[in-house]
């Protein structure tokens, strides 16, 4: 059973920065892309960012000059490094990755930006 492992989510003041990572629990598998999407209260499920097996990345609007996703390949992982987090940052963070052709969901982080 293939598992994604999140983890960094937690509360920031605005202005502040979090490190998103997810990590693929199962070896043997061939990671394509990586994304990360993200739920705000009351709104669809979004996404915000995601990186090619080659590494080219793309990002949403809103979050672009701001938010950074990098791959680890050796380490199964992806990365979202969170900078200059406004209130509208404030959502559930899930990742979702490319494996042998199908596509897995972590469990989502909590992300709280307020004063």
């Known amino acids: 059973q293939v598992q994604l492992v999140e983890s960094g989510g937690g509360s920031v003041q605005p202005g502040g920065s979090l490190r998103l990572s997810c990590v693929v629990s199962?070896?043997?598998?061939?990671?394509?892309?990586m994304a990360w999407h993200r739920r705000a209260p009351g709104k669809e499920r979004e996404l915000i960012a995601l990186?090619?097996?080659?590494?080219?990345?793309n990002y949403r609007d809103s979050v672009k000059g701001r938010f950074t996703i990098s791959r680890d390949d050796t380490k199964k992982a992806v990365y979202l490094q969170m900078d200059s987090l406004g209130p509208e940052d404030t959502a559930v963070y899930y990742c979702?990755?490319?494996?042998?052709?199908?596509?897995?969901w972590g469990q989502g982080t909590q992300v709280t930006v307020a004063s």
């Open positions: 199962e070896s043997g598998f061939t990671i394509t892309t």
């Open positions: 979702n990755v490319g494996l042998n052709g199908m596509y897995y």
């Open positions: 990186i090619t097996r080659a590494g080219a990345t």
